[in-house]
């Protein structure tokens, strides 16, 4: 059982950055594809960007792409998101997720298997 812990979120005016991080208790880590994913009040939980474990290929929302960057520390055991330009309509909880192996597309939620606890980030304008 892979336990994920998010960190990082927070309140933020519009333009400003945040960096979310995600740590695993699992040591295999580093063969664990891991994504981002977030969900505003009344939505459904929609992708934001994904790493795969193999080569760090990355993965990322129409919607984000330019402005957040996805990255991993193996070493660490940890995910991060770099949330740059921050506008109110990224305002959600983020939730880190990971897979191994994933089978499928990387932005269904259900392929992963395990998921964090969430973190909460609102954007003010």
């Known amino acids: 059982q892979v336990q994920l812990v998010e960190s990082g979120g927070g309140l933020v005016h519009a333009g400003d950055s945040l960096r979310l991080s995600c740590t695993a208790s699992?040591?295999?880590?580093?063969?664990?594809?891991m994504g981002w994913f977030r969900q505003a009040p009344g939505k459904e939980r929609d992708f934001v960007a994904a790493?795969?474990?193999?080569?760090?290929?990355?993965a990322y929302a129409d919607s984000v792409t330019g402005r957040f960057t996805i990255s991993r520390d193996n070493a660490k055991n940890s995910l991060y998101l770099q949330m740059d330009s921050l506008q109110p309509t990224d305002t959600a909880v983020y939730y880190c997720?990971?897979?191994?192996?994933?089978?499928?597309?990387?932005?269904?939620?259900?392929?992963?298997?395990?998921w964090g606890q969430g973190a909460q980030v609102t954007v003010s304008s």
């Open positions: 790493i795969n474990w193999l080569d760090s290929r990355t």
């Open positions: 699992e040591r295999t880590f580093s063969s664990y594809t």
């Open positions: 997720a990971a897979c191994s192996p994933l089978i499928g597309d990387v932005r269904t939620p259900g392929n992963y298997d395990y």
